[in-house]
């Protein structure tokens, strides 16, 4: 059934006013004419879409009709196209539907021309549809357009009434008795959601069916079957803001400003290139600051960035929650940064106010040169959500607060690398000499390389010689491939897998299908390959994953920023946010079926409770329905005893899980390659020109461009290059690099000019192709 345009308004139906009127022959020449006209139905000329629709004048046929009027007509039926006669009701159904209202007489106003009855059995009464309204009537929208009289309308029925004396209205926000009436309805999803019922009618009409919702929950489905039952007219139609005119027009500017320290662009911060290294991205995070590739040493597009602000902020959560390093006198890590409750925490849920029944668990110190703790199974306590852990004060060092734990890890941070090289140079010593060729099929990437390693010939603790084969070569040709290159694009595709979701930070996913394919196993195994072979390592793993593998899941506290289920954050907010024992047992009748499913239903004895119940869906969320997931992917890591060193040395292996490696600079590249054979000394001057060069940005290419033109990777693995990456001069146009070796040829040139229009050439080029063929499969 066609729906009436809409205009915004508001009435008043206990003020409603009939106007005896008699119809009269309409001048369809004088303007204005249908505003003065009457509707053959109600014999009103009154104009007021929110009360009775839009009218609607037929000058071809002389004939006013209110939408409404026509639509709830008791003996017509729309039986034409849109485009005929009124809304598809045919003229002569029209006048045939008056004809037989004229002989029934209105219950209210005692006059003819009564065309709505009662659907109720037995029920005789017949009133126009003003008249309906006046004595509050209900008229149902839907299905076949019900009419339900004074006597016989649906109500809609409260088992327990604890609401307050009064409660604000969430539309206007006045003051109502909460009391279901005709005037008064209460929401069906949330128990303490009151309207006043013109006030729905209004917001219905401007929302349309595609947004008119709960105003508390968001609610649809469930929200507008009982509205629609209870009367309210929902139109098919857009949001009346949707239909404005450029409503949006601000949104469709992009922000391009360069808000880097150092703009690097010769151009100015507001010149933008597209498909150039002076593009400008965005923050990934608020979108309201920006840089120029080149200024952020960013590869692409593509690639993540975040202003300064943001990353302050990501850092300082991570670096609150930072991992003592175990065997030092240091106390056990801190979960949360305040000494004390009722203070905001990290996780943005707040802690325990004060005077609640909640205590405080403290871990024992670690002791021991660089001993594993045992686990423990936590008492069960009373505790609440944040779960905070203090730690025990060394009697001979001070107690940190986070921002100096975080300072003390950026200081140590040289530490942490040089000690993770060395225990991944030890899980090295376990690869034989022995080769063993993997074949990779370009074409499918992810799954050649897991035909690879599930091979049974297969043996991780042999040398991977990596094979490219293409199956549309009839000769089988096969080409050597760089392992490290192999290994960098292998833990790409393992991030933007469906195995693990998240945005900056991933957790694991519970995927059914990947389970039942081992994948999970398979991932886990290609992380401590990639690891111990001299790839790449991970970089995208959360604190909580990470603290699960190390400590385990029982000695882990998730945050919510691990949820990335916004049905369930939404869930754990509105838990947080209840202000009595009412509201929280009310949330706990809405999601019912979900707590029952989850396990976490539970007896509510006061307000403090909510925390246990917020943490309990927080913990099954994150780490206890993966948990099937998370120990196939430990029993893979377990492959060349990469957990048990993670177990063993957490503090090492934080940094390269969770975070990703540094920016390259010109010195780093410029230490990284060595000169293995008399060089052109010239050419080797030109060398660290460019390097600084591509650093200031006054070159087309990037420092990972050259890092990846020469070795296949983008950054350098935690054990370094292995053969180490050398430089060599050679009489040629243009660099040549071999990945294979790690080598990178240069070529020997007279003027600097020359030799920067040659690498610059070579270096884009070369990988813009790699570009286009790795697009294939990842």
């Given at each position: 059934?066609a729906?009436?345009a809409a205009r915004e308004g ?27 006209s ?8 009154d104009?007021c879409?929110?009360k009775?629709g839009e009218?609607k004048?037929?000058e071809?046929?002389?004939?006013t009709v209110?939408y ?11 039986r034409?196209?849109e485009?005929?006669?009124v809304y598809g009701?045919l003229?002569e159904d029209?006048?045939k539907?008056v ?19 009662c ?5 005789k009464?017949?009133y126009?549809f003003p008249?309906?309204?006046q004595?509050e009537c209900?008229?149902?929208?839907t299905?076949?357009f ?6 016989h309308r649906?109500v809609q029925i409260?088992?327990s ?8 209205c ?5 003051f ?9 309805l209460?929401?069906p999803?949330?128990?303490?959601a009151w ?7 209004v917001q219905?009409?401007n929302?349309g ?5 709960c105003t508390?929950?968001?609610n649809s489905d469930?929200?507008q079957?009982e509205?629609?039952r209870m009367?309210?007219h929902?139109?098919?139609k857009d949001?009346?803001?949707?239909l404005e005119?450029?409503?949006?027009q ?8 360069c808000?880097?320290?150092r703009?690097r662009?010769?151009?100015g911060?507001d ?6 290294k002076?593009?400008?991205?965005r923050?990934?995070?608020?979108g309201s600051?920006g840089t120029?590739l080149a200024?952020s ?7 993540n960035?975040?202003?300064c602000e943001?990353?302050s902020?990501?850092?300082s959560?991570v670096a609150s ?6 065997g030092?006198?240091?106390p ?14 990290w ?10 029944n909640?205590r405080l668990?403290?871990l024992?110190?670690?002791a021991?040169?660089f ?7 936590l008492?069960?306590?009373n505790v609440g959500?944040?779960d905070?852990?203090?730690e025990e004060s ?6 940190q607060s ?7 890890l950026l ?5 942490f690398r040089r000690?993770?090289s ?6 090295g ?6 080769p063993k060729?993997?074949?990779i099929?370009k ?5 050649s390389a897991?035909?690879?390693f599930?091979n049974q010939?297969?043996?991780p603790s042999?040398t991977?010689?990596?094979v ?12 050597p491939?760089s392992k490290?290159?192999f290994?960098?694009?292998?833990m790409q595709?393992l991030e933007n897998?469906?195995?693990f979701?998240?945005s900056?930070?991933?957790n694991?996913s519970?995927?059914s299908?990947a389970?039942k394919?081992?994948l999970?196993?398979e991932a ?7 690891l111990?072979?001299?790839?790449p ?6 604190q909580?994953?990470?603290?699960c593998?190390?400590y385990g899941p029982?000695n882990?506290?998730?945050?919510v920023d691990?949820?990335?289920d916004f049905d369930?954050a939404?869930?754990?907010i ?6 009595t024992?009412?509201?929280?047992n009310?949330?706990?009748h809405?999601?019912?079926?979900y ?7 539970r007896?509510?004895?006061?307000i ?10 927080l913990v ?9 997931p998370?120990?196939s ?6 492959t060349?005893?990469?957990?048990e060193?993670?177990q063993t ?6 940094h390269i ?8 600079s010109?010195k780093i590249?410029s230490?990284?390659?060595t000169?293995h054979?008399l ?17 200031d940005?006054?070159?087309?290419v ?9 070795t296949?990777?983008k950054?350098i693995p935690p054990?370094g290059?292995?053969?180490?990456p050398?430089i060599e001069?050679?009489?040629?146009d243009f660099?040549?690099?071999?990945k294979?070796?790690n080598c990178l040829a240069l070529?020997?040139?007279?003027t600097?000019?020359?030799f920067?229009?040659?690498?610059d050439?070579a270096?884009k080029?070369?990988l ?10 990842i």
């Amino acid at each position: 059934m066609a729906c009436g345009a809409a205009r915004e308004g508001k009435s008043d139906t206990a003020s409603l006013e009939l106007l005896p009127s008699a119809p009269r022959k309409m001048n369809e020449s004088k303007p204005g004419g249908s505003q003065n006209s009457t509707c053959v139905f109600c014999r009103k000329n009154d104009d007021c879409p929110i009360k009775y629709g839009e009218k609607k004048t037929n000058e071809k046929w002389n004939l006013t009709v209110h939408y409404y009027c026509l639509l709830m007509s008791s003996g017509i039926w729309q039986r034409g196209k849109e485009e005929e006669g009124v809304y598809g009701f045919l003229i002569e159904d029209i006048r045939k539907e008056v004809t037989r209202a004229s002989k029934l007489k209105c219950s209210v106003c005692k006059k003819t021309g009564a065309s709505i009855g009662c659907v109720a059995p037995r029920c005789k009464r017949s009133y126009h549809f003003p008249c309906g309204l006046q004595r509050e009537c209900i008229f149902q929208f839907t299905g076949n357009f019900a009419s339900f009289c004074w006597k016989h309308r649906p109500v809609q029925i409260i088992t327990s009434n604890n609401c307050r004396d009064s409660l604000l209205c969430t539309i206007c926000l006045e003051f109502i008795e909460p009391i279901p009436t005709y005037s008064v309805l209460r929401s069906p999803c949330c128990k303490n959601a009151w309207f006043h019922r013109d006030c729905l009618q209004v917001q219905a009409i401007n929302a349309g069916v595609f947004f008119f919702r709960c105003t508390l929950c968001n609610n649809s489905d469930i929200f507008q079957k009982e509205m629609l039952r209870m009367g309210i007219h929902i139109p098919e139609k857009d949001a009346s803001w949707e239909l404005e005119e450029n409503a949006y027009q601000e949104l469709l500017q992009h922000y391009e400003h360069c808000d880097v320290r150092r703009c690097r662009c010769k151009e100015g911060r507001d010149y933008n290139v597209p498909d150039s290294k002076w593009e400008i991205k965005r923050c990934q995070c608020c979108g309201s600051s920006g840089t120029h590739l080149a200024c952020s040493s960013l590869q692409s597009w593509e690639q993540n960035w975040e202003c300064c602000e943001c990353r302050s902020i990501l850092y300082s959560a991570v670096a609150s929650n930072s991992v003592q390093p175990y065997g030092l006198q240091a106390p056990a890590r801190l979960l949360c940064p305040w000494d004390s409750p009722g203070q905001e925490c990290w996780s943005r849920l707040p802690c325990p106010p004060p005077g609640s029944n909640v205590r405080l668990l403290r871990l024992p110190a670690l002791a021991g040169e660089f001993q594993k703790a045992k686990k423990h199974a936590l008492p069960n306590t009373n505790v609440g959500i944040n779960d905070c852990l203090l730690e025990e004060s060394s009697p001979k060092l001070p107690r940190q607060s986070p921002g100096d734990q975080c300072k003390d890890l950026l200081r140590q941070g040289s530490k942490f690398r040089r000690d993770i090289s060395t225990l991944i140079i030890e899980l090295g010593f376990q690869v034989k000499k022995r080769p063993k060729k993997v074949f990779i099929n370009k074409a499918n990437f992810w799954n050649s390389a897991l035909d690879g390693f599930r091979n049974q010939n297969f043996n991780p603790s042999y040398t991977i010689e990596i094979v490219y084969v293409n199956e549309n070569d009839h000769f089988g040709r096969e080409q050597p491939g760089s392992k490290q290159e192999f290994l960098s694009l292998l833990m790409q595709q393992l991030e933007n897998s469906s195995l693990f979701e998240g945005s900056l930070s991933k957790n694991l996913s519970l995927n059914s299908q990947a389970l039942k394919e081992n994948l999970y196993y398979e991932a886990g195994k290609m992380v401590a390959i990639s690891l111990v072979h001299g790839g790449p390592s991970p970089g995208f793993f959360s604190q909580t994953l990470f603290n699960c593998l190390a400590y385990g899941p029982e000695n882990t506290q998730p945050i919510v920023d691990d949820v990335s289920d916004f049905d369930v954050a939404q869930i754990m907010i509105r838990i947080n946010a209840a202000a009595t024992v009412d509201d929280l047992n009310s949330l706990i009748h809405d999601y019912y079926k979900y707590l029952e499913f989850i396990g976490c239903l539970r007896l509510i004895t006061s307000i403090s409770d909510k925390y246990m119940l917020a943490k309990d869906v927080l913990v099954y969320h994150v780490i206890k329905r993966v948990q099937a997931p998370f120990e196939s992917f430990k029993q893979g890591l377990k492959t060349l005893g990469v957990l048990e060193k993670i177990q063993t040395y957490p503090e090492a292996f934080f940094h390269i899980f969770c975070h990703k490696p540094e920016n390259l600079s010109a010195k780093i590249l410029s230490d990284l390659f060595t000169v293995h054979t008399l060089s052109d000394v010239q050419t080797l001057g030109f060398w660290n020109s460019y390097l600084q060069a591509v650093e200031d940005g006054k070159s087309t290419v990037t420092m990972e461009d050259i890092l990846i033109f020469a070795t296949g990777c983008k950054s350098i693995p935690p054990a370094g290059f292995k053969p180490n990456p050398s430089i060599e001069c050679l009489h040629m146009d243009f660099p040549v690099g071999n990945k294979c070796d790690n080598c990178l040829a240069l070529p020997i040139t007279s003027t600097y000019k020359e030799f920067q229009e040659s690498m610059d050439f070579a270096i884009k080029n070369t990988l813009r192709l790699e570009k286009e063929e790795n697009s294939h499969f990842i």
